[in-house]
């Protein structure tokens, strides 16, 4: 089993509409989680951090439930901008290294 | 500030030769990590250093992989000989010790082995 797995995608919406994106993680030690945005040929790139609380910029929900191992991201009002590959990350052990899922693309269609 | 420097930003060789990539990390950053992404996959780690000693190097092949940071500073990683499956990005990145919400990556080099 994968350490961290997400929806296969790829996600191909219309503009303004809103998307879910989950992701599961096996290790329940796990301590940190993020999710990254990748653009095509481009580097991975923090978008934001999750938080059981809950934690919102602007368009951008992400949630966490530790009891389920379940990573969620919201993205309300999708722009032609929000089209990229959307990556859910973990981090665990004493090194904290970053564990990345393979990655759900979303194409947003004007 | 400086990002993390990657060189060469691509190269095509053929399998069984050798190859290296070359990282400069941000300045201050005692942790390094190697990154490999195969198309469609997420970042795989590779081998992860702390100054100039391996912290992790579990996921490395290590009968045709090898990294090293003599310095504590900039790093190489070299594969020989190559593969054809050893084609795919390979992602530098740094940050600051422990610091998991501090990672910034270079901008990759892209091998394809023919």
């Known amino acids: 089993r994968k350490e961290v797995e997400q929806d296969p995608g790829p996600f191909n919406v219309p503009e303004g509409a809103t998307v879910a994106f989950n992701c599961t993680y096996s290790n329940s030690a796990s301590q940190s989680f993020f999710w990254y945005r990748q653009d095509c040929r481009k580097e991975p790139k923090l978008l934001m951090s999750?938080?059981?609380s809950g934690n919102e910029d602007g368009r951008f929900t992400a949630q966490l439930n530790r009891a389920s191992q379940y990573i969620s991201l919201l993205i309300r009002d999708s722009k032609l901008s929000d089209s990229a590959t959307y990556l859910c990350v973990v981090t665990s052990g004493s090194a904290r290294q970053l564990t990345f899922g393979s990655g759900t693309q979303l194409t947003v269609l004007p | 500030e400086a990002g993390v420097a990657q060189s060469p930003r691509y190269k095509i060789i053929e399998k069984r030769q050798s190859v290296a990539f070359w990282c400069n990390p941000i300045s201050g950053h005692a942790t390094l990590y190697w990154y490999q992404q195969i198309l469609g996959q997420g970042p795989k780690l590779l081998i992860q250093f702390q100054n100039n000693g391996v912290v992790d190097d579990s996921q490395l092949p290590k009968d045709r992989f090898s990294a090293e940071r003599l310095k504590g500073v900039d790093s190489t990683l070299k594969i020989q000989p190559a593969k054809l499956e050893d084609s795919a990005v390979y992602l530098c990145?740094?940050?600051?010790?422990?610091?998991?919400?501090?990672?910034?990556f270079g901008s990759g080099t892209r091998l394809t082995v023919v």
């Open positions: 999750v938080y059981s």
């Open positions: 990145a740094s940050s600051l010790v422990g610091d998991s919400y501090g990672y910034t």
